[in-house]
């Protein structure tokens, strides 16, 4: 979150909307975020781990949920997910969003 936190800037500049979800209380969240400096975007709660589960992330058996990104465009479309590790690091996210900004369509590759 401290990565995303430090190029906010350029989220604002490719016109997206960054948020955190995460499964602890909301009072929670707002301790975690101040206790880490993040104050440009909203951490959210899930306490009762809904969205979580609907986006494939939690796992029951050792009941947490794992890291993940979701970029969705202006139409609701998914056009990215990013998971784990790799998901701490906003690089990737900011060139999907850059791209859907500068309206570039990535044709996927013909059969």
């Known amino acids: 979150m401290q ?5 906010i800037s350029k989220f604002d500049e490719a016109n997206t909307k960054v948020f955190g979800v995460s499964m602890d209380s909301r009072f929670s ?3 975690f975020a ?3 400096g993040v104050t440009s975007f909203q951490l959210l709660s899930d306490w009762t781990r809904d969205v979580t589960k609907q ?13 993940a990104t979701f970029v969705v465009d202006k139409e609701g ?6 998971v784990d590790g790799l998901a701490i690091d906003p690089t990737s996210t900011l ?3 850059s791209l859907m900004e500068k309206k ?3 044709a996927p590759p013909k059969p």
């Open 77 to 82: 479309k998914l056009q990215q997910i990013v």
């Open 104 to 106: 570039l369509v990535v």
């Open 95 to 97: 060139d999907a969003c």
């Open 3 to 7: 990565n995303y936190q430090a190029g």
């Open 29 to 31: 969240n707002a301790a």
């Open 34 to 36: 101040e206790k880490i």
């Open 55 to 67: 986006y494939g992330l939690y796992d029951e058996a050792k009941q947490f949920g794992r890291r």
